[in-house]
Structures are given as structure tokens and as C-alpha cells.
């Protein structure tokens, strides 16, 4: 990791490969300059410059991401321990689970999961209303 020096717009291949490296590890293209010791911008102007920094730059950010989520899935189905302290200095140390991260990423791969369509077929509710109807006809049908 570039960490030394002062901030420059300069380009150079180590300042690349430590902005790429703590982009992967961040997704935090901010931080990620200033961990390279670029000044502001200085990333965003190379990537509109070079197709081949542009290419590694949308694959640190997809690695970055497949690690942000896999943290996401890894709280949502183990949970997060919290620890509790009582005024009388007693602790109380429990799991505590994300049902808004559950849904988010229930959301995110429903489609792939459940097959095409599911996404886009629309609520619930809606799917069982229509589940309902049908089986209303074919009882009517059938009597």
C-alpha cells in the first residue's frame, strides 16, 4: 500500500494497484484515493482516460461488493451478539437479527432462487389472491 508522500495527481502503477487493492477491500472510492495518496478526483479522471483501469476498477468494486454482502449474509443468518449493561453493572449478552437485512437480501436474490419471473409477479398477497381465484373456479367447475 502506497502511505507515504504527499497527495499528488500524479499517476503512477503502485498508486493503481493501492487504490484498486482498498477498493476491493472497501468499495470506497474516496478512501480508497486517499489510501493511494491521490488527490481528489485523480482516480475518476484515469478511469475516464484508460479502458484497462476502468475494467479493474468494476471488478475491485464487484469484489468489494461479494464481500460487503457476504458480511450481510454472514449477520443475517448468524446474527450480531450485543451485550447489554445494566445501571447496576449486571450484562445481559443476546443475538439480535436483521429482518431488514433478511429482506434485503431475500430481495436481492428471489428472482435467481425462485426462478424467472417471480420478481416482476408481483406481491404476495397478490399471488395468493390470484392462487385462491383459480382454485375458486375449478371448484365451481368441478360442482
Keep these: 500500500m502506497v502511505g507515504k508522500g504527499k497527495l499528488t495527481s500524479r499517476w503512477s502503477r503502485e498508486r493503481a494497484i493501492a487504490f484498486l487493492e482498498h477498493l476491493a477491500l472497501s468499495s470506497n472510492v474516496a478512501a480508497s484515493e486517499r489510501v493511494a495518496r491521490m488527490t481528489r478526483g485523480t482516480a475518476y479522471r484515469q478511469r475516464r482516460k484508460d479502458s484497462d483501469f476502468a475494467r479493474a476498477w468494476d471488478e475491485a468494486l464487484r469484489e468489494g461488493y461479494g464481500r460487503l454482502e457476504a458480511a ?6 448468524n446474527g450480531v451478539k450485543v451485550v ?3 445501571a447496576n453493572g449486571a450484562t445481559e449478552t443476546k443475538l439480535e437479527f436483521s429482518e431488514r ?6 430481495n436481492a436474490h428471489r428472482e435467481r432462487v425462485l426462478g424467472p419471473g417471480v420478481a416482476d409477479a408481483g406481491s404476495a398477497r397478490e399471488r395468493l389472491a390470484a392462487k385462491l381465484a383459480e382454485m375458486s373456479r375449478r371448484s365451481d367447475d368441478e360442482g
Design 72 to 77: 450481510m449474509l454472514d449477520r443475517a443468518i
Design 84 to 86: 447489554k449493561t445494566f
Design 101 to 106: 437485512i433478511q429482506m434485503l437480501l431475500y
